[in-house]
């Protein structure tokens, strides 16, 4: 069982339960003669009362609002806590036996949990995310009857949530490494999942839902092929991983390099001219990731078993001119490292040891530096490197908390040029920072996502010349980045986010929600007072409002988890901060892509919190 040092455990989720009070709900980071100010995002303001100023008084002292909210405080606050009790991966239940948790606490959790799952439309999604050791066994008999009870409670409660789910398809690779192909270039649908359907081996381990033979019955096709690949799961538990016998040692080492040599001078030519570069460059990247992590998993093994030495590796490795293969070498190294620390810290201490004498012989590559500081994080995760030693290797620590690299001072530059430049006039003088940057997941290469607001009854057709005239303002401060656009309709006293056909992927719409709520707003009061006043509201007042055929809602809020639980946190994110933590009875399947960041223990303990907090958009 891999168990994190608890002081790790309470860096990463202390940060995002009070988040709060590390966003200032009002700021300047310009100095205090700027007309500009930045603020929390939306959602932020809605969920913590302190934060409550900007609303009117309508949504500020609504009850529902109150009642919403502070039930997400408290579901947050138990599970911080729980989290910093228990090792991640631990069972919640082996942990109160252990002693590790005590009645009332576990009592708090179950029923928050049950409450959160059954209060709000939209709350039964967490039962995607939440960790599966915070699911006891239906056969669980702990001494208390109470807290029995509210076990019971919870764990039907989550079967309702899942039931619901059992409803839900989405694009597959929203849950895989996030492949979406531009719409020109499909040549078929988008293949789709039930992913609540994957779940049921877990639910039948944990005693909620009959095996197999007496499961529900399949309703359409892709939720038979779900829950069929569920099932496939389920068999693969008692199935273990067959140890290699193959003789593993120089040699074959030089010939696995060879090996990877050779795929490596194929690879560009398996991309069709006919792509768009962006996907091609992307899709390369893709081969080569996944070629490393075939290759690293088979020289991990070697070293692990010790048939091969670190020093042995790194002679081969640097044998070669192709940095990808020093990559393959660095993460093979990781991996074995992690997996050792499992049971043997000291062990790893010593192998690291190698590894660093390894690293510093061979560098400085800057084509090596990202696989690097992964491996230093993980290590510094594990126990095995200090949080000195990250410092003095410049590596940056990440806990998905909101602003952590946000560029406060380029946000409110911008919005400072919108509203003094004349030629801008079209343009509402706010800026909303997004993406990575405000995710807690960029690095210093990454780009400053923002998004701009046009004014009403400003014609499209001049759209072409006002993205140029903006390019050549911001180029006179230092910004090359090109915003998002959300153009604004006027309809009485509200505002609207107007729609275009068409796929430009830089004009926001109605149905994209995460940019307005859960994005850092940098503006003068005024204006973000109006858009306050006139443009939010009818997100939290739409009942009966459909978009796309569906409800609003529901379109609003699967947009808002996508942003924050699955791009990129799912797909890249999390892993280049943390080491793999799955839990032990989830198999190795590929029916349930269970390579897959989804299955983490870690990841999902960052997600449910993160689901709590920033998904939020109720319905008043």
Same mark, same amino acid.
């Given at each position: 069982?891999?168990?994190?040092?608890?002081?790790?455990?309470?860096?990463?989720?202390?940060?995002?339960?009070?988040?709060?009070?590390?966003?200032?709900?009002?700021?300047?980071?310009?100095?205090?003669?700027?007309?500009?100010?930045?603020?929390?995002?939306?959602?932020?303001?809605?969920?913590?009362?302190?934060?409550?100023?900007?609303?009117?008084?309508?949504?500020?002292?609504?009850?529902?609002?109150?009642?919403?909210?502070?039930?997400?405080?408290?579901?947050?606050?138990?599970?911080?806590?729980?989290?910093?009790?228990?090792?991640?991966?631990?069972?919640?239940?082996?942990?109160?036996?252990?002693?590790?948790?005590?009645?009332?606490?576990?009592?708090?959790?179950?029923?928050?949990?049950?409450?959160?799952?059954?209060?709000?439309?939209?709350?039964?999604?967490?039962?995607?995310?939440?960790?599966?050791?915070?699911?006891?066994?239906?056969?669980?008999?702990?001494? #208390?009857?109470?807290?029995?009870?509210?076990?019971?409670?919870?764990?039907?409660?989550?079967?309702?949530?899942?039931?619901?789910?059992?409803?839900?398809?989405?694009?597959?690779?929203?849950?895989?490494?996030?492949?979406?192909?531009?719409?020109?270039?499909?040549?078929?649908?988008?293949?789709?999942?039930?992913?609540?359907?994957?779940?049921?081996?877990?639910?039948?381990?944990?005693?909620?839902?009959?095996?197999?033979?007496?499961?529900?019955?399949?309703?359409?096709?892709?939720?038979?092929?779900?829950?069929?690949?569920?099932?496939?799961?389920?068999?693969?538990?008692?199935?273990?991983?067959?140890?290699?016998?193959?003789?593993?040692?120089?040699?074959?080492?030089?010939?696995?390099?060879?090996?990877?040599?050779?795929?490596?001078? #194929?690879?560009?030519?398996?991309?069709?001219?006919?792509?768009?570069?962006?996907?091609?460059?992307?899709?390369?990247?893709?081969?080569?990731?996944?070629?490393?992590?075939?290759?690293?998993?088979?020289?991990?093994?070697?070293?692990?078993?010790?048939?091969?030495?670190?020093?042995?590796?790194?002679?081969?490795?640097?044998?070669?001119?192709?940095?990808?293969?020093?990559?393959?070498?660095?993460?093979?190294?990781?991996?074995?490292?992690?997996?050792?620390?499992?049971?043997?810290?000291?062990?790893?201490?010593?192998?690291?040891?190698?590894?660093?004498?390894?690293?510093?012989?061979?560098?400085?590559?800057?084509?090596?530096?990202?696989?690097?500081?992964?491996?230093?994080?993980?290590?510094?995760?594990?126990?095995?490197?200090?949080?000195?030693?990250?410092?003095?290797?410049?590596?940056?620590?990440?806990?998905?908390?909101?602003?952590?690299?946000?560029?406060?001072?380029?946000?409110?530059?911008?919005?400072?040029?919108?509203?003094?430049?004349?030629?801008?006039?079209?343009?509402?003088?706010?800026?909303?920072?997004?993406?990575?940057?405000?995710?807690?997941? #960029?690095?210093?290469?990454?780009?400053?996502?923002?998004?701009?607001?046009?004014?009403?009854?400003?014609?499209?057709?001049?759209?072409?010349?006002?993205?140029?005239?903006?390019?050549?303002?911001?180029?006179?401060?230092?910004?090359?980045?090109?915003?998002?656009?959300?153009?604004?309709?006027?309809?009485?006293?509200?505002?609207?986010?107007?729609?275009?056909?068409?796929?430009?992927?830089?004009?926001?719409?109605?149905?994209?929600?995460?940019?307005?709520?859960?994005?850092?707003?940098?503006?003068?009061?005024?204006?973000?007072?109006?858009?306050?006043?006139?443009?939010?509201?009818?997100?939290?007042?739409?009942?009966?409002?459909?978009?796309?055929?569906?409800?609003?809602?529901?379109?609003?809020?699967?947009?808002?988890?996508?942003?924050?639980?699955?791009?990129?946190?799912?797909?890249?994110?999390?892993?280049?901060?943390?080491?793999?933590?799955?839990?032990?009875?989830?198999?190795?399947?590929?029916?349930?892509?269970?390579?897959?960041?989804?299955?983490?223990?870690?990841?999902?303990?960052?997600?449910?919190?993160?689901?709590?907090?920033?998904?939020?958009?109720?319905?008043?």
């Amino acid at each position: 069982m891999l168990t994190f040092p608890i002081f790790v455990v309470i860096s990463i989720i202390e940060k995002i339960f009070n988040m709060s009070s590390h966003t200032s709900p009002q700021k300047s980071y310009s100095g205090v003669n700027s007309p500009i100010i930045t603020i929390c995002s939306p959602t932020e303001s809605l969920l913590y009362p302190e934060n409550r100023w900007i609303w009117d008084e309508r949504i500020r002292q609504n009850p529902h609002l109150y009642a919403y909210a502070s039930k997400r405080i408290e579901l947050l606050r138990q599970l911080s806590f729980v989290f910093n009790k228990i090792p991640v991966s631990q069972e919640i239940t082996l942990a109160h036996d252990q002693g590790l948790i005590d009645d009332e606490e576990l009592i708090d959790l179950f029923v928050s949990l049950s409450y959160f799952l059954d209060q709000e439309e939209g709350n039964e999604v967490l039962a995607l995310y939440l960790p599966f050791e915070l699911i006891p066994k239906m056969s669980w008999q702990p001494l #208390s009857t109470r807290l029995k009870e509210e076990a019971v409670s919870f764990t039907e409660s989550y079967l309702r949530a899942w039931i619901k789910l059992m409803s839900r398809k989405d694009p597959r690779a929203d849950f895989v490494d996030g492949d979406i192909p531009e719409f020109e270039i499909r040549v078929g649908p988008l293949p789709e999942v039930v992913k609540a359907a994957h779940l049921v081996f877990v639910l039948i381990e944990k005693e909620i839902v009959p095996p197999p033979a007496e499961a529900m019955p399949e309703t359409n096709e892709i939720l038979e092929r779900s829950v069929k690949e569920g099932f496939r799961a389920l068999a693969r538990l008692k199935v273990r991983k067959s140890e290699v016998k193959e003789n593993r040692d120089a040699g074959w080492l030089s010939i696995i390099f060879s090996k990877i040599k050779t795929e490596l001078e #194929s690879l560009p030519a398996g991309i069709e001219a006919s792509i768009p570069k962006a996907r091609a460059k992307w899709l390369v990247q893709k081969q080569l990731e996944s070629l490393t992590q075939r290759y690293s998993g088979e020289i991990a093994q070697a070293l692990i078993a010790e048939s091969i030495g670190i020093l042995e590796l790194s002679a081969w490795a640097f044998h070669y001119r192709r940095y990808e293969i020093r990559v393959v070498a660095i993460e093979a190294a990781r991996i074995a490292i992690c997996e050792i620390a499992k049971t043997n810290i000291e062990k790893a201490k010593s192998t690291y040891k190698q590894f660093e004498d390894f690293m510093d012989i061979n560098l400085p590559r800057p084509e090596l530096l990202r696989n690097l500081k992964t491996a230093w994080l993980h290590f510094h995760a594990l126990g095995i490197v200090s949080k000195e030693v990250l410092q003095q290797r410049g590596v940056e620590m990440s806990e998905f908390i909101e602003d952590t690299n946000l560029d406060g001072q380029k946000m409110e530059a911008i919005a400072l040029t919108i509203q003094t430049n004349e030629d801008l006039r079209d343009f509402l003088p706010i800026v909303i920072a997004c993406g990575s940057k405000t995710k807690g997941y #960029s690095d210093k290469t990454s780009d400053d996502d923002f998004a701009v607001f046009i004014r009403p009854g400003v014609d499209f057709a001049l759209r072409g010349e006002l993205r140029e005239k903006l390019a050549k303002a911001l180029a006179e401060i230092g910004v090359s980045e090109k915003p998002m656009e959300f153009w604004l309709s006027r309809f009485g006293t509200r505002l609207w986010i107007r729609n275009f056909p068409g796929l430009d992927r830089t004009i926001g719409d109605s149905t994209l929600c995460s940019i307005l709520w859960t994005g850092i707003w940098s503006s003068d009061k005024a204006t973000i007072e109006t858009l306050y006043r006139d443009l939010l509201p009818d997100y939290l007042y739409s009942k009966g409002l459909r978009l796309l055929g569906e409800k609003a809602r529901k379109i609003w809020l699967r947009e808002m988890e996508q942003a924050a639980l699955q791009y990129r946190l799912l797909h890249s994110g999390y892993r280049r901060f943390y080491p793999e933590a799955r839990a032990p009875y989830v198999p190795d399947c590929q029916a349930i892509d269970s390579e897959s960041v989804f299955w983490d223990s870690g990841y999902r303990r960052v997600a449910s919190m993160i689901f709590v907090k920033k998904v939020f958009l109720p319905q008043l």
